[in-house]
């Protein structure tokens, strides 16, 4: 009897574990079940990427743009230098030239003119070659005309605009102001606005970027200092062209320092070499007509030539330009001229610090 009643015990025990089981409802039953060998997950394959042709795929690069001259050992333009013939070292290491023109380009340029007493005996003439510069604009030439004194006194007398009559018109609304000049805050805030004017830009059109500069060279009252507006300069395309008048300045220095003379010639003459510009210095104002044709045309004759950097380190230092050009038919010497060097994008840049300007520049025509 024992027997018969453990087996129908067992009996009911299995047939209830088999009942749960089936259901998979039951905790205790799930006590009873061995431990189930795990199914490998199956591999499963990515779907093939179809590439769309029409896409953008940004890249992480830094195309250095250098505008170039080429002239002969007399200073003299030369303007049929093939690509293959020129060389680009960034810190002594060979660049691989990724653009190149020699087309015309248009220009974006600032003239910064100097309206302090310094300059009253060549401002008519100054305003006669400011004209000669926008005549001389091309369709698609955009100028800014700045006239500055000290540093409370830089003003936009036009902003950027093809129109020559508006330019005309800001230029003989120029006139003679007491004050101590600042030459290099006008040049610093000239420099920003032309950088954020071609930023602003929507077209995708590149354009050249220079700042003619007309002054004695003598900074009396800037707020920035020359190291500030060297490394601004070293971080922009722009190109400088001075006309500088220097030869009323004293010629008279100190044991240890230079003369007046002497410190402007050299201040102006750094502004150009640094940025690949050009420094003149007229023995006069009836000179002033000849020289703004021939900064005309040297800003139409030149080189646009774009590397990508083989050091991509973004670490904002400094790097040195050097471009070379092959000597030409008859062992002809060629000489090239662009900016000496630039900023890498990025990092902690070996720059001083930008604070903000004291001086705002008044912007008279919108």
Do not use: C, W
């Amino acid at each position: 009897m024992k027997r018969i009643v453990f087996a129908v015990l067992v009996a009911g025990l299995v047939t209830g574990l088999l009942l749960t089981r089936s259901q998979g409802s039951s905790v205790a039953a799930e006590a009873f079940a061995p431990t189930p060998t795990p199914t490998p997950a199956p591999t499963l394959n990515p779907t093939p990427r179809i590439d769309d042709p029409n896409e953008v795929i940004k890249v992480d690069t830094e195309l250095v743009n250098l505008n170039v001259r080429v002239i002969d050992r007399n200073n003299r333009p030369i303007n049929n230098v093939q690509q293959k013939e020129f060389k680009i070292l960034e810190d002594g290491v060979p660049q691989q030239i990724d653009f190149f023109t020699r087309s015309e380009v248009p220009t974006n340029y600032a003239l910064v003119i100097d309206n302090s007493g310094s300059m009253r005996q060549q401002l008519d003439k100054v305003v006669e070659a400011g004209k000669v510069f926008v005549n001389a604009n091309r369709p698609d030439d955009e100028t800014m005309i700045i006239r500055f004194v000290g540093r409370d006194k830089i003003e936009i007398e036009q902003n950027f605009t093809p129109n020559k009559s508006d330019l005309t018109d800001a230029l003989d609304n120029l006139y003679i102001e007491g004050g101590q000049t600042a030459i290099i805050d006008a040049v610093y805030l000239a420099v920003q606005n032309i950088d954020d004017y071609e930023k602003s830009n929507k077209t995708e059109d590149r354009k050249r970027r220079a700042l003619i500069l007309v002054s004695d060279g003598e900074d009396r009252n800037s707020y920035y200092n020359e190291k500030q507006l060297f490394d601004l300069l070293r971080e922009s395309e722009v190109q400088i062209y001075v006309i500088g008048f220097v030869d009323d300045l004293s010629k008279d220095g100190g044991l240890i320092s230079k003369s007046p003379r002497d410190k402007s010639k050299a201040f102006l003459e750094r502004l150009a070499a640094e940025s690949g510009g050009k420094a003149y210095f007229p023995a006069g104002a009836a000179e002033l007509p000849k020289l703004a044709a021939d900064i005309s045309s040297e800003l139409r004759t030149q080189y646009s030539i774009g590397y990508i950097p083989s050091n991509d380190k973004h670490d904002g230092t400094y790097r040195t330009i050097k471009v070379s050009v092959d000597d030409g038919p008859n062992a002809q010497k060629r000489i090239a001229i662009t900016r000496a060097g630039r900023n890498a994008e990025g990092g902690n840049a070996q720059t001083a610090p930008k604070p903000k300007p004291t001086p705002t520049p008044g912007q008279k025509n919108p």
